[in-house]
Structure formats: structure tokens, C-alpha cells
């Protein structure tokens, strides 16, 4: 039978998702503590693989075992081998055809991004941080540009192994709670490093060291050159991935709300 789990983690001390030699990731993490709940191997697929440092809050992967249990059971006793920053959330039975990549029709991300003239500190790995202030219009100005299908090689990264650079980003909403800035962002799929980079710009823009149009010079150059440094990995998360409500996933974890 086909199982999908919903995965939270803190990306601090991990070398991302993807399985790895050194056994340091999130997948390889999980999987150990599968196979021993499952006293056999166990091999997940993900939704949306994270880099270094990037949190995630609802990570969907989905294994096939010949093993009945409970849905509850695949929570907690999985769990109960992982380590404390990363926990299953859901467990649940899914048909063969589903397929936690390929089924999915959109992704998201948040990034939070801490304003203030102090850096952070227990938060510190949970939060990107700028000790200039923003100016969320323009950024929210300069964002418009990027909505929509486009070519977005210039927010690429060079080891990026999409077989397209031609993404739709659907939505990037810009908000702010006390000294904490919020930016979710929802596109079909994103590139290497997407998101880091686009950030890398609106946080150019919001400092005043460019103007709002920039972004859609950035963009239309199709050009890594032409964009700002990649931003901090510490306050990305990905929220997970957007499914037909057919398949009856959850929407969305928990710890969603706890983000500012």
C-alpha cells in the first residue's frame, strides 16, 4: 500500500533534504527512522526538496509498504525515532496513482525576515535579517513584475537541474507583524534558489539601493549577473505543496500560524 506523511523540520544543522553520504539530511533522517519503525528499508519521494538551512513545514513524501498499520501508528511510532526537530505531523493511506511530486499543482514558501538594528538571537537560523528598514511598497510594487509565467534565469542558480527556467509564479503576498516581515510566495514549481534570489532583489529595493522597476529589468535580462546576491537560507520555509482536494490531503500544518 502507498503511505504519505506530512514532515515538519528545522533546516538548522542538516545539509537539506536530499539523501547525502554523510547521512546529514532530512531524507535520510526520516527514512532511518521508517525503516526501523518498519523493521524492513524504506524509500520516500518528496514534494519539493529544501536546501541547507531551509525549514520546512509541511514537506509531503509518500513510501509503499506491504505493512497495515494504523495511520496514527506511522505518526508515532515513527517519531519516536527521529530526531526533536523533526516530526511527522500526518500520516495517511493514498492510491497507487498518487504521486507526492508529480501530483502536485503548486508549491509554497514563506520567508521571515527580521527588521531590526539588533540580529537576531533565539531565533537565530529562523529568520533572515536586515538592519536597514524597508519600504514594503515598493517592494510589494516591485513584486507585481515577477507574477505570471516567465523566464526567471536570472533568478536561477548555475546548479539548477530544472529541464525549464519558464515557471508561473501565482502569488507573492508581502506583510508585516511588529518587527517581522512575511513573504509567501506560491508558483507551479520553483528553480534553485528562486526565491532566495528574487528575495535578494525586493530586499535591494526595499533599502532604496534600487528602484521598484529594477525587478522587471532583472527579469527581462534573463542574465544571474543581473540580479542581487542570493539571500540567507535561516527564514525559509516551505509550507508544502497545493494538491486537487480529491486526494483529501491536509491544506496546510499547524505550524503554519506559529510563523510572524
Given at each position: 500500500?502507498?503511505i ?9 544543522g542538516?545539509?537539506?533534504w536530499q ?15 521508517l525503516s526501523?519503525?518498519?523493521?524492513q528499508p524504506?524509500?520516500?519521494l518528496?514534494?519539493g ?6 525549514h520546512?513545514?509541511?514537506?509531503v513524501?509518500?513510501?509503499d ?8 501508528s506511522?505518526v ?16 495517511q493511506?493514498v492510491p ?10 503548486a508549491?509554497?514558501?514563506a520567508?521571515?525576515?527580521l ?6 538571537s ?10 536597514r528598514?524597508?519600504?514594503g511598497d515598493?517592494?510589494?510594487t516591485?513584486?507585481a ?6 523566464d526567471?534565469?536570472?533568478f536561477?542558480?548555475?546548479?539548477c537541474q ?6 508561473t ?5 508581502i506583510?508585516?507583524?511588529g518587527?517581522y516581515?512575511?513573504?509567501e510566495f ?6 534553485h ?6 528575495m535578494?532583489?525586493?530586499?535591494a529595493?526595499g533599502q532604496?539601493?534600487?528602484?521598484p522597476?529594477?525587478?522587471g529589468?532583472v ?8 540580479a542581487a546576491?542570493t539571500?540567507s537560507p535561516?527564514?525559509?520555509y516551505f ?13 496546510q500544518?499547524?505550524?503554519?500560524d506559529?510563523?510572524?
Amino acid at each position: 500500500m502507498r503511505i504519505a506523511l506530512g514532515v515538519s523540520y528545522s533546516g538548522q544543522g542538516y545539509q537539506g533534504w536530499q539523501s547525502q553520504a554523510s547521512g546529514n539530511t532530512i531524507q535520510d533522517k526520516l527514512e532511518a527512522a521508517l525503516s526501523r519503525f518498519a523493521a524492513q528499508p524504506v524509500s520516500t519521494l518528496c514534494a519539493g526538496r529544501t536546501d541547507a538551512g531551509v525549514h520546512g513545514l509541511m514537506q509531503v513524501v509518500h513510501f509503499d509498504t506491504p505493512l497495515r498499520r494504523q495511520a496514527s501508528s506511522w505518526v508515532r511510532g515513527t517519531n519516536t525515532f527521529l530526531p526533536p526537530d523533526i516530526a511527522v505531523q500526518w500520516a495517511q493511506p493514498v492510491p497507487d496513482a498518487f504521486h507526492s511530486r508529480a501530483c502536485a499543482i503548486a508549491r509554497r514558501y514563506a520567508y521571515v525576515l527580521l527588521d531590526s538594528a539588533v540580529r537576531p538571537s533565539v531565533e537565530a537560523g529562523r529568520t533572515g535579517w536586515v538592519f536597514r528598514a524597508l519600504d514594503g511598497d515598493a517592494m510589494r510594487t516591485a513584486a507585481a513584475a515577477l507574477i505570471g509565467e516567465h523566464d526567471f534565469t536570472s533568478f536561477r542558480a548555475s546548479s539548477c537541474q530544472s529541464h525549464t527556467p519558464v515557471k508561473t509564479l501565482n502569488r507573492i503576498a508581502i506583510t508585516r507583524r511588529g518587527p517581522y516581515w512575511r513573504f509567501e510566495f506560491e508558483a507551479n514549481a520553483f528553480l534553485h534558489h528562486m526565491i532566495r534570489n528574487i528575495m535578494g532583489c525586493l530586499v535591494a529595493i526595499g533599502q532604496g539601493a534600487q528602484p521598484p522597476q529594477w525587478m522587471g529589468q532583472v527579469l527581462a535580462a534573463r542574465d544571474r549577473d543581473a540580479a542581487a546576491p542570493t539571500f540567507s537560507p535561516d527564514g525559509l520555509y516551505f509550507l508544502g505543496p497545493v494538491y486537487d482536494p480529491s486526494w483529501g490531503l491536509p491544506s496546510q500544518a499547524a505550524a503554519y500560524d506559529w510563523l510572524p
